[in-house]
């Protein structure tokens, strides 16, 4: 699937805004990989605004930490 340029920088400032939130002791090893991924697949099933990655992502952050340890 192709992404347009800006929705690619959407998507990486929804990354970064999701790991900042993350707090360091639950920053486990493969965790910005699998957010990433996250919002990749939400984009590509038509998430595309901001305000709504960062949302569907950080209702998933914990289901993905305990998918990771």
Not at 4 to 26: D, F, G, K, N
Request: proline share 1%.
């Amino acid at each position: 699937m192709q992404y347009s340029s800006e929705l690619i920088q959407t998507m990486r400032q929804a990354l970064e805004t999701v790991m900042a939130s993350v707090p360091a002791h639950q920053s486990v090893f493969g965790l910005k990989a699998a957010v990433a991924e996250y919002i990749l697949h939400a984009a590509a099933h038509g998430q595309t605004s901001y305000d709504g990655l960062v949302s569907s992502a950080s209702d998933q952050i914990q289901a993905i930490i305990s998918m990771l340890t």
